[in-house]
Nanobody
Framework: QVQLVESGGGLVQPGGSLRLSCVASGITFSIYTMGWYRQAPGKQRELVAAITRGRSINYAESVKGRFTISRDNAKITVYLQMNSLKPEDSAVYYC?????????WGQGTQVTVSS
């Protein structure tokens, strides 16, 4: 059974930081592309950042220079360090694992950026 369990969300003031974590089980973690997506109310889910098995990284333009994705294969965990947070970063953040036709989602963690 595949499980992706996110943690680290919460309420933070503008300009603050959060680090999201996603622990995976039930997959051969090291071969999967791992990604973070987000979905705000009334909007489509969008890619925030992704890291391949070879550690190639892709960021959404809106988060470049502020967010950093990383993975630790030994800990079967992918991270998203979020700095200089803005109110428009508020959303439910989802962890994703993808390998060909195998595609899995976590349950999501809420990030709210507000003063």
């Amino acid at each position: 059974q595949v499980q992706l369990v996110e943690s680290g969300g919460g309420l933070v003031q503008p300009g603050g930081s959060l680090r999201l974590s996603c622990v995976a089980s039930g997959i051969t973690f090291s071969i999967y592309t791992m990604g973070w997506y987000r979905q705000a109310p009334g909007k489509q889910r969008e890619l925030v950042a992704a890291i391949t098995r070879g550690r190639s990284i892709n960021y959404a333009e809106s988060v470049k220079g502020r967010f950093t994705i990383s993975r630790d294969n030994a800990k079967i965990t992918v991270y998203l360090q979020m700095n200089s947070l803005k109110p428009e970063d508020s959303a439910v953040y989802y962890c994703n694992a993808n390998y060909g036709t195998h595609n899995y989602w976590g349950q999501g963690t809420q990030v709210t950026v507000s003063s």
